[in-house]
Nanobody, 122 residues
Framework: QVQVVESGGGLVQAGGSLRVSCAAS????????MGWYRQAPGKQRELVAL???????NYEDSVKGRFTISRDNSKNTVDLQMNSLKPDDTAIYYC????????????????WGQGTLVTVSP
């Protein structure tokens, strides 16, 4: 069974920085994509950034140039460095991991963390 646990987040003033981290654990799995999603009050969950095991990244347009996603494949961890934060970035940030079990037969999986709150004050 694969689990992901987030850490970081908190309260920061607009223009400030925060870092959220996520660690995935599980046996006999190969994690392909790790990413961060967020959900603001009254809004749908949206992709913020994701990174593949090969290092390819994808960012939501509004965070490009401000957020940076990085990954340590050896530790199955993913970090999201958030700079120049805006009040609109306020949301619960969720870690997501997708991959396949190294079993016979192999099975795809997708897991979510519990979320960590990021609040950006004006």
């Amino acid at each position: 069974q694969v689990q992901v646990v987030e850490s970081g987040g908190g309260l920061v003033q607009a223009g400030g920085s925060l870092r959220v981290s996520c660690a995935a654990s599980g046996r006999a799995v190969s994690i392909n994509t790790m990413g961060w999603y967020r959900q603001a009050p009254g809004k749908q969950r949206e992709l913020v950034a994701l990174i593949t095991s090969g290092g390819s990244t994808n960012y939501e347009d509004s965070v490009k140039g401000r957020f940076t996603i990085s990954r340590d494949n050896s530790k199955n961890t993913v970090d999201l460095q958030m700079n120049s934060l805006k009040p609109d970035d306020t949301a619960i940030y969720y870690c997501n991991a997708k991959g396949v079990t190294v079993t016979l037969p192999p099975r795809n999986f997708e897991v979510w963390g519990q979320g960590t709150l990021v609040t950006v004050s004006p």
